[in-house]
Nanobody
């Protein structure tokens, strides 16, 4: 059973920073698309950022320039560094993985999901 585990969420004031982490004891992050999504109350889950099998990163317009998605050299952890946080960044952040390189940014494109970590910006 593949499980993704997020950590690093918390409460922060607007303008502050947080770094989220994602690990998996049963899934290699090498040569696959890894991503972060978020979901706020009453809203659909939305894509935030991805890192592809070659290390290329992509970001939604709402976080571009403020967030940075990365992996460690061993490809066992995924990170999301979030700077200049805004109240609209509030929500539950999910780590997700595809079986192959990135094919899209829709929820349905991703097979594996974590349970999420809460980020609260006040």
């Amino acid at each position: 059973h593949v499980q993704l585990v997020e950590s690093g969420g918390g409460s922060v004031q607007a303008g502050g920073s947080l770094t989220l982490s994602c690990t998996s004891p049963g899934l290699s992050f090498s040569d696959r698309c890894m991503a972060w999504f978020r979901q706020s109350p009453g809203k659909e889950r939305e894509w935030v950022a991805s890192v592809d099998g070659d290390g290329a990163t992509s970001y939604s317009d709402s976080v571009k320039g403020r967030f940075a998605c990365s992996q460690d050299n061993a490809k066992t952890s995924l990170y999301l560094e979030m700077n200049n946080l805004k109240p609209e960044d509030d929500g539950i952040y999910y780590c997700a993985a595809q079986n192959l390189w990135c094919t899209g940014t829709s929820v349905g494109d991703f097979r594996y999901w974590g349970k999420g970590t809460q980020v609260t910006v006040s």
